[in-house]
């Protein structure tokens, strides 16, 4: 079975990324061999970045994967970059894709924003990019947040629109999966908003590499309201409902059994309970992070000897996939 994701290195990983995708890799990679995790860095560039920055980014992302518990030589752990097939499937996805299925893609309308008209062309294909990486090593599974979902959809349509194009069964559908208990991490700033790593507030997310400090600061200024008592209501308490869906992410604990156990306590207690939770699981992956950066040389090695693997797989399919196209 081939398992594939990628997160982009843009601004910091933050606990959504790690909770909606990255703890559910690690346990997918205890059962499975044919994992392939990627920093997808040509997708970061649909919009503009700090070249320094993004190189930096890159590094630490791949620090964060390895220090959350991705073995770099069990799975292979690289940059989309590095492996230039991608952006050749691509381009030949581009072309059968037709562009009514993009304009229904939701992440480009927030992604854009009011300013449709200046968004990079890169922005409105980014869907196709992304199926070009899932299609690339035929991909039965592909590990995700429920935002992602919408995307993993147009790659099935794309794989089947290919199949007809070309008269074959060659790709196969992959599967959109998503963490058992939680599916979207909210801001904690607005519990209607995506807990995101592009979002302007940093006390709106918590970051992999936060101090402690830092991650208690964050949780005891979390909106909440002025309900009494701690239950789960995400229409009315999207707040401390995202509070208890961290909490429930972190531990495995059902909702019911989270809300049970805080019946009769204080917002306060429940907020120092999720602080010490998030703390013992954030601070050892915070650790590793900073030690792997200071061997920055080990870290690319790992990149280009995982892009040498990832580039043997790719180039067959991208051989097959030029005869099935023409090109001689
Ligand atoms: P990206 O970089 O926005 O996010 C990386 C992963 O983290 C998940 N995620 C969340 N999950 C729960 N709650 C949140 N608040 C939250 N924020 C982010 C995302 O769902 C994702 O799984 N397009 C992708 C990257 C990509 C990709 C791929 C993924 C490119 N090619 C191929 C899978 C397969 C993205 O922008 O992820």
Same mark, same amino acid.
């Given at each position: 079975m081939t398992i594939f994701s990628g997160i982009q290195p843009t601004g910091n990983i933050t606990i959504g990324n790690y909770l909606g995708a990255i703890k559910n890799w690690v346990e997918m990679q205890k059962t499975e061999n044919g994992c392939i995790f990627c920093i997808v860095d040509s997708h970061a560039i649909t919009v503009p970045q700090d070249p320094n920055i993004l190189k930096e980014a890159i590094l630490t992302t791949l620090a964060a994967y390895i220090a959350s518990g991705i073995d770099a030589e069990k799975s292979i752990v690289y940059?989309?970059?590095?492996?230039h097939q991608h952006t050749e499937l691509a381009w030949i996805f581009n072309c059968i894709t037709p562009i009514g299925w993009l304009n229904r893609m939701t992440q480009f309308k927030d992604k854009a924003g009011k300013n449709k008209e200046k968004a990079s062309a890169g922005l409105y294909t980014y869907p196709v990019l992304m199926a070009a990486d899932i299609l690339l090593f035929h991909a039965d599974k592909v590990p995700v947040g429920e935002d992602q979902k919408q995307h993993v959809e147009l790659a099935r349509d794309i794989a089947g629109a290919f199949n007809r194009r070309f008269d074959v069964e060659y790709f196969s559908m992959p599967e959109f999966i998503t963490n058992k208990t939680t599916t979207r991490i909210m801001s904690l700033r607005d519990g209607t908003k995506k807990m995101s790593?592009? $979002?302007?507030? $940093?006390?709106?997310r918590i970051n992999l590499t936060d101090d402690n400090d830092t991650i208690s600061k964050k949780i005891r200024k979390a909106t909440t309201d002025s309900i009494e008592g701690i239950y789960f209501d995400e229409e009315q308490r999207p707040e401390v409902s995202n509070l208890i869906n961290i909490y429930a992410a972190f531990t495995g604990k059902s909702i019911a059994a989270i809300v049970e156990h805080f019946t009769s306590k204080q917002n306060n207690e429940f907020k120092q309970e999720l602080i010490d939770i998030i703390i013992a699981e954030i601070q050892p992956i915070r650790e590793k992070i900073i030690k792997l950066r200071q061997h920055d040389d080990h870290l690319k090695e790992i990149l280009g000897k995982n892009a040498e693997k990832a580039g043997l797989l790719a180039e067959k399919t991208i051989q097959e996939v030029r005869d099935l196209v023409g090109f001689l």
């Amino acid at each position: 079975m081939t398992i594939f994701s990628g997160i982009q290195p843009t601004g910091n990983i933050t606990i959504g990324n790690y909770l909606g995708a990255i703890k559910n890799w690690v346990e997918m990679q205890k059962t499975e061999n044919g994992c392939i995790f990627c920093i997808v860095d040509s997708h970061a560039i649909t919009v503009p970045q700090d070249p320094n920055i993004l190189k930096e980014a890159i590094l630490t992302t791949l620090a964060a994967y390895i220090a959350s518990g991705i073995d770099a030589e069990k799975s292979i752990v690289y940059n989309q970059s590095k492996v230039h097939q991608h952006t050749e499937l691509a381009w030949i996805f581009n072309c059968i894709t037709p562009i009514g299925w993009l304009n229904r893609m939701t992440q480009f309308k927030d992604k854009a924003g009011k300013n449709k008209e200046k968004a990079s062309a890169g922005l409105y294909t980014y869907p196709v990019l992304m199926a070009a990486d899932i299609l690339l090593f035929h991909a039965d599974k592909v590990p995700v947040g429920e935002d992602q979902k919408q995307h993993v959809e147009l790659a099935r349509d794309i794989a089947g629109a290919f199949n007809r194009r070309f008269d074959v069964e060659y790709f196969s559908m992959p599967e959109f999966i998503t963490n058992k208990t939680t599916t979207r991490i909210m801001s904690l700033r607005d519990g209607t908003k995506k807990m995101s790593k592009s $979002d302007p507030s $940093d006390m709106s997310r918590i970051n992999l590499t936060d101090d402690n400090d830092t991650i208690s600061k964050k949780i005891r200024k979390a909106t909440t309201d002025s309900i009494e008592g701690i239950y789960f209501d995400e229409e009315q308490r999207p707040e401390v409902s995202n509070l208890i869906n961290i909490y429930a992410a972190f531990t495995g604990k059902s909702i019911a059994a989270i809300v049970e156990h805080f019946t009769s306590k204080q917002n306060n207690e429940f907020k120092q309970e999720l602080i010490d939770i998030i703390i013992a699981e954030i601070q050892p992956i915070r650790e590793k992070i900073i030690k792997l950066r200071q061997h920055d040389d080990h870290l690319k090695e790992i990149l280009g000897k995982n892009a040498e693997k990832a580039g043997l797989l790719a180039e067959k399919t991208i051989q097959e996939v030029r005869d099935l196209v023409g090109f001689l």
